[in-house]
């Protein structure tokens, strides 16, 4: 028997279940709201800045434009660029729309069956992150898992080096310090930022608070950041599962299934993710 199987190895907790259900509650939270999100931004595929919509000047939209001969482009516009986007954004499945059927629910152009979903699940969403940043707070998640202390603070060039180096298991059983920083800035920043302009798009809350509108600067300009926030929540997204696939993702997933994770006593490896 070689020395390194005789190691014993040690089962610790590693997520409580509140943070497992809401991670996992979450997760189909956003695939939905995405999907019927994209369904209601196909309706009118264009965003603009302020009150209106300009259409002289949206700084993105989607489109479709007949070529020269006869076949038919999609064609995406950030600003001044233009980009053909065929079969993707613009024109796919042989029909004018934004985003392809395989990206919206329902697949079909359906926008008050959009609505409903995305609504429904809105306030799913909201009512459990409410939930989550109440337990965080209280129970000492907050402090022990998202503050950052004068260490974290300092090793904060280190642990983006060791990033960029692959090197994920330099903090045993811890969030480092760009994942606390991530965390927090998507669970009290990016998060809210989504709900509260969700809310400036409802016609009661606009007469109910008028004064919320003005603060982003108009019903598109909420509309705008909406868009983009959800599509940077995609791209944590996407980043993490990536984090996790490159940090032993069967250990990490056992965690967030089971709330425990083995660990070989006297091993550096990090038992948490991106």
């Not at 809401?22 to 709201?33: A, G, P, Q, R, S």
């Not at 020269?68 to 600003?79: E, H, N, Q, R």
Request: one cysteine or more.
């Amino acid at each position: 028997m070689s020395a390194s199987a005789s190691i014993p190895e040690d089962t610790r907790r590693r997520h409580r279940l509140p943070v497992r259900a809401w991670h996992w509650f979450n997760l189909w939270c956003l695939i939905v709201l995405l999907l019927s999100g994209l369904q209601i931004f196909n309706a009118h595929p264009a965003l603009y800045w302020g009150s209106a919509s300009n259409f002289d000047a949206p700084w993105l939209e989607m489109y479709a434009m007949r070529a020269g001969d006869g076949s038919i482009d999609g064609i995406t516009a950030l600003g001044p660029w233009q980009f053909t986007t065929t079969g993707v954004l613009g024109y796919s499945d042989e029909s004018v729309r934004g985003f392809p059927a395989w990206a919206t629910l329902p697949s079909y152009q359906f926008l008050s069956m959009g609505r409903v979903w995305h609504f429904f699940f809105a306030w799913l969403f909201a009512i459990s992150g409410a939930l989550f940043a109440l337990y965080a707070l209280f129970s000492g998640h907050f402090r022990r898992n998202f503050w950052l202390d004068t260490h974290d603070w300092r090793g904060l060039g280190q642990d983006l080096v060791n990033h960029l180096k692959f090197r994920f298991h330099a903090h045993a059983g811890k969030y480092n310090s760009l994942q606390k920083l991530s965390y927090l800035s998507v669970v009290f920043a990016a998060l809210p930022l989504m709900i509260v302009t969700g809310l400036c798009m409802s016609p009661t809350i606009n007469a109910a608070a008028p004064w919320l509108l003005d603060l982003f600067g108009g019903r598109q300009s909420a509309r705008s950041i909406h868009f983009i926030t959800a599509f940077s929540l995609v791209l944590f997204v996407l980043v993490h599962v990536v984090m996790v696939v490159l940090s032993n993702p069967f250990r990490q997933l056992r965690g967030m299934v089971t709330g425990r994770a083995s660990h070989q006593p006297g091993s550096s490896e990090s038992e948490s993710s991106s």
